[in-house]
């Protein structure tokens, strides 16, 4: 298989409500979508979000990325085109988009076992009062495992965990301060919840500050996960390695795609290491592609963090997927 062209659209997604965390608020989802035509006619889907915020990439830079390097993968195979986009000097996102393309016009998008899995779903960064009834909300929805966004405001993240805690005792909580502690910041915070049942504390502090995530995960025994300091399996490595963080958030768009994701997650299964399977807010051919590795790496990730469907304001049909509450299970089942 050939490719014969690469093409792009710009595409929109409103929300129900806005999301909102301690790096940025948005209202709808802004996304790329890419086709990958082949020349028998086979057609491969990728999208890529814009998230300036996190992967330095805005839609414009995304274009310009996949312009840029079109014409380096078309007329190549397959597979030569995958090793060939990871060899260029684009962001992540871009990549991610045209990988997740070529995966599927390989034909990686299979399901080995089609049981239900569960996602959980985020409780944007607000004021206590709407934090909790959304929370509350979200457990009278079927919801049992809360993504909380916490922010800058560390007496704010005390108190909301506190109260969340009391409101949805049923509830698992994922706490993401996005970055958004100091050091001194996540000791007090880890202190004042210490008697609180919660999952996991992700990314507390900046994320090329690896000593300080270290420090925090060596003063509580909440297990730490690194998010917006692993992109890639460098990074996964270093982190891993300097024991600074006890588990890993991966998303296509950091790493580059989802052939990239998978030599994420075979290392994560090789070192019995957990992992989260995150995304940013995402069209629905991401959230498949990100689907179809959350159903078959599931001895790895033990969070799946992919509740974009549940935001959209209205329901897609492109999705491969039925989010019903928490659960997720594959439409052909
Ligand atoms: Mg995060």
Redesign the pocket.
Known sequence: MIIKNISTEVKYIPLKTPFITALRRVNTIEFIRVHIVCDQGEVGIGEAPATMAITGEDISIILESIQKVKDTLIGLEIKKALEVLHEQSIGSSAKAALDMALMSILGFFKLEDTSFIQTDITISLNCVETMLSDARQACENGMSILKVKLGSDIKHAIEVTQKLSLGCPKAQLLI?A?QAWSLDESLIYVNAIENINIELI??PVIAEDLSSLKLVREATNIPILA??ATFTLQDVKKVLQTKSADMI?IKLMKCGGVSKAVEILEYARKNSIKCML?SMLEGPYSINAALYLAFNYRDVIEYVDLDSPLLYKEASDELDFIFSGSKISAKDT
Do not use: L, R, T, Y
């Open positions: 993401d996005n992700e990314q998010d917006e958030n995150g």
